[in-house]
T-cell receptor, first 116, second 111 residues
Framework: AQSVTQPDIHITVSEGASLELRCNYSYGATPYLFWYVQSPGQGLQLLLKYFSGDTLVQGIKGFEAEFKRSQSSFNLRKPSVHWSDAAEYFCAVAGFMDTGRRALTFGSGTRLQVQP | DSGVTQTPKHLITATGQRVTLRCSPRSGDLSVYWYQQSLDQGLQFLIQYYNGEERAKGNILERFSAQQFPDLHSELNLSSLELGDSALYFC??????????FGPGTRLTVL
C-alpha cells in the first residue's frame, strides 16, 4: 500500500526567506507525485506534478519540487516566500490500487505561516 | 477557479438524517472523485466514477453511496448520519491520472 509522510506539521518562515517542505512517500513502483495547496476555506489547488523525466519540476506561483528516488522524497521549494503563500500544503502520491486504477493518497499536510 | 462546482457550500443537519452533495466536474472531464477531509482522518479518498461507472473505492462507509449521471455530474449520498461524519467533502475531476482538480468543498455539520 502507498503512503505519504509530511514530517512537519507546522512551519513558520519570514517573508522573503526560502522555503522547503518535506515529503516522503512509500510506493513500490514509479509513483505519480503531486503537491497541492489549500487556503483557508478553499479547495485544493494543484501546484505541480511529477510523472517521469526531469526530476526537478516547476509549478505555479514560483514553486518547484525535486524527485529523489533514492530518498523516496519529493520536497517542495520556493526561493522567496510571499505573505500570500500562507496556507496548508499537501503532498500526494497516485499509485495503483487492487483495482488496477490509480488513487491519490495524501499526506497529513504542512501548515505554512509567513511572518512579516 | 478550478472549474469544478459543488453545492451546497454548507450543510447543517441532525444525526440519523440523510443528505445529498452535488458536484459538477470541469468541462470534458469524465472522472469524478469524492474525498472527505476531517481533522482526525485528514484527506481520505472515498470513491471514483468514470463516465457513469464506479471505478475505484477507497475508505467509503456502507452508509455512503455515490453515482454519476449521464451529464457527468455526481452526487454523494450520506445516510444515517453520525456526529463523526461532520467534515469537508470535496469533489475532484480529471482527465486520466495526471492531476485532479478540486472543487471548493461542502462543509457538513451533523448536530
Amino acid at each position: 500500500a502507498q503512503s505519504v509522510t509530511q514530517p512537519d506539521i507546522h512551519i513558520t518562515v519570514s517573508e522573503g526567506a526560502s522555503l522547503e517542505l518535506r515529503c516522503n512517500y512509500s510506493y513500490g513502483a514509479t509513483p505519480y507525485l503531486f503537491w497541492y495547496v489549500q487556503s483557508p476555506g478553499q479547495g485544493l489547488q494543484l501546484l505541480l506534478k511529477y510523472f517521469s523525466g526531469d526530476t526537478l519540476v516547476q509549478g505555479i506561483k514560483g514553486f518547484e519540487a525535486e524527485f529523489k528516488r533514492s530518498q523516496s522524497s519529493f520536497n517542495l521549494r520556493k526561493p522567496s516566500v510571499h505573505w500570500s503563500d500562507a496556507a496548508e500544503y499537501f503532498c500526494a502520491v497516485a499509485g495503483f490500487m487492487d483495482t488496477g486504477r490509480r488513487a491519490l493518497t495524501f499526506g497529513s499536510g504542512t501548515r505554512l505561516q509567513v511572518q512579516p | 477557479d478550478s472549474g469544478v462546482t459543488q453545492t451546497p457550500k454548507h450543510l447543517i443537519t441532525a444525526t440519523g438524517q440523510r443528505v445529498t452533495l452535488r458536484c459538477s466536474p470541469r468541462s470534458g472531464d469524465l472522472s469524478v472523485y469524492w474525498y472527505q477531509q476531517s481533522l482526525d482522518q485528514g484527506l481520505q479518498f472515498l470513491i471514483q466514477y468514470y463516465n457513469g461507472e464506479e471505478r475505484a473505492k477507497g475508505n467509503i462507509l456502507e452508509r455512503f453511496s455515490a453515482q454519476q449521471f449521464p451529464d457527468l455530474h455526481s452526487e454523494l449520498n450520506l445516510s444515517s448520519l453520525e456526529l463523526g461524519d461532520s467534515a469537508l467533502y470535496f469533489c475532484a475531476s480529471s482527465v486520466g491520472d495526471r492531476g485532479q482538480f478540486f472543487g471548493p468543498g461542502t462543509r457538513l455539520t451533523v448536530l
